[in-house]
């Protein structure tokens, strides 16, 4: 991931500690904090990109 940031330092990276899956509340790899947080950072970019 590093040359990724390096060639792109203004794209906001996040990296959860959960699971492929974790926001699909149907897997046993169903993360509840990591999906509440992945949706609210998704929302707030939504909101200031989108409006």
């Known amino acids: 991931m ?4 390096e060639a ?3 794209v ?3 990296i959860y500690e ?5 926001n699909c509340d149907h897997r ?3 993360h509840p904090e990591a999906s509440n947080l992945a949706r ?4 707030e970019f939504f909101a200031e ?3």
């Open 2 to 5: 590093g040359k990724i940031a």
């Open 8 to 10: 792109h330092p203004d």
């Open 12 to 14: 906001a990276v996040h």
């Open 18 to 22: 959960a699971d492929h899956g974790f």
């Open 28 to 30: 046993a790899s169903y």
């Open 40 to 43: 609210s950072r998704t929302l």
């Open 49 to 51: 990109h989108l409006a």
